[in-house]
């Protein structure tokens, strides 16, 4: 019986294992077939000290798992006075989304973070299930389930 598995159609006798490591490392992983856009929008009513920032932690890994170190950081609208905070990520499309904003700061040396302010209604904030291209959740303001974090 005869090996084919070590013969190249130009004549190579390189190892096709060999070809494939390498054509694997110059691709990017590409994203997730189940992956939707989403973009949260937050108005914060809070005066945040220079260090705190705003954060969304939730029930899928692009949020952080509900582990408050492994938060994601919104970034405030480009002028310095705004208080609109967002973030645009990559969710599951195929489950809904529950979530909450935090307030908090992270210790530049150690890069741990400080919950300050967590919000604490008993039912969390929610993505649905996928229903189109791209979602936006406009939550308001800061404190609330319909509104204020």
């Known amino acids: ?18 070809r494939q490591e390498s054509s694997a490392k ?4 590409p994203k997730p077939a189940g992956d939707r856009r989403h973009t949260f929008r937050v108005l914060v009513t809070y005066d945040l000290l220079k260090d705190e920032t705003v954060a969304i932690t939730g ?8 582990d408050p170190e492994q938060c994601v950081q919104l970034h405030r609208e480009p002028d310095e006075t705004s208080k609109l905070w967002t973030l ?3 969710l599951p499309r195929d489950v809904a989304i529950t979530y909450r904003y ?3 700061s992270v210790d530049p040396t150690t890069e741990n973070v400080h919950v300050r302010r967590f919000e604490t209604h008993i039912v969390p904030r929610q ?7 791209e979602v936006e959740s406009e939550n308001g303001q800061s404190g609330s389930n319909e509104g204020p974090v």
Do not use: H, Y
């Not at 019986?1 to 006798?13: I, K, S, T, V």
């Not at 029930?59 to 509900?66: D, K, T």
């Not at 993505?127 to 291209?133: E, L, N, R, S, Y």
């Open 59 to 66: 029930s899928c890994e692009a949020l952080g798992n509900w």
């Open 1 to 18: 019986m005869q090996r084919w598995w070590f013969l190249e159609e130009n004549g190579d006798a390189k190892g096709s294992s060999e």
């Open 127 to 133: 993505v649905p299930v996928f229903a189109g291209d």
């Open 88 to 90: 645009e990520t990559d």
């Open 26 to 29: 110059k691709t990017k992983p």
């Open 102 to 104: 935090l307030i908090c």
